[in-house]
């Protein structure tokens, strides 16, 4: 239930309870304001797990389950299979991702999709806070490209870290996130997989950002769920 879905029931049941027995004005507003509350931070806690959303923000999450999945996984030895940035969109929060195209997804939709719903959001350091809009600016700057499926740095299409990495150097002209070669993970398992997908060869030396190397930065330290 949304807020305003919240609001419309919450004010139809006052005006009920007002028709079937007297109740003062005064006591119907304070009815009123203490159920809508309590519907939206329900809401809230319900959609977002108990995150409080930040311009900004970069989230991860494990996709469900797919060949492609399981060897981005399996080959950075981590459940982190996607990234995204948070962004505000009038009056819902989104999730600015590469995925399929560069769009923007409503933050509830994107956690959905998540495995079991579970997602991590890492949010820059105060030193940098001053750069988030531009950091999120550079972002939408890159909607409607396409999806990288070849997973190459800077050839014209983006793949979800790639996202991140690049609109994070326009914004405070550095880089974040390692930069590792395939052939220094673990890719044996899934030399199969990645022979068909490169068409034929194993890209070994191919350079790639992964959605692990940029929640190991040390200007991203995680938000949600808390360190233990």
Do not use: K
């Not at 600015?96 to 509830?108: C, D, K, M």
């Amino acid at each position: 239930m949304n807020g305003s879905t919240a609001r419309r029931a919450v004010v139809a049941a006052v005006a009920r309870r007002h028709t079937r027995r007297p109740v003062t004005f005064l006591a119907a507003v304070l009815l009123a304001a203490a159920a809508v509350a309590l519907a939206l931070h329900a809401g809230a806690t319900g959609s977002f797990a108990g995150y409080e959303p930040r311009d900004g923000d970069v989230l991860f999450q494990s996709l469900p389950r797919s060949p492609l999945v399981d060897a981005i996984e399996g080959v950075t030895e981590s459940p982190l299979s996607h990234c995204g940035i948070v962004a505000r969109g009038g009056e819902e929060w989104l999730v600015i991702e590469a995925f399929g195209t560069v769009r923007a997804t409503p933050l509830s939709t994107w956690i959905a999709r998540g495995r079991g719903g579970w997602f991590a959001a890492h949010r820059w350091r105060d030193e940098a806070a001053a750069r988030v809009a531009a950091f999120v600016a550079a972002a939408r700057e890159r909607l409607g490209e396409p999806y990288d499926f070849a997973f190459e740095l800077e050839n014209g299409s983006l793949y979800c870290s790639e996202l991140v990495r690049g609109a994070a150097r326009t914004a405070f002209g550095r880089d974040v996130g390692r930069i590792e070669r395939l052939g220094e993970l673990r890719w044996q398992p899934f030399a199969e997989f990645l022979r068909e997908q490169a068409g034929g060869s194993l890209p070994l030396e191919r350079q790639l950002v992964t959605p692990r190397s940029l929640a190991e930065a040390a200007e991203l330290p995680r938000v949600h769920p808390r360190e233990e």
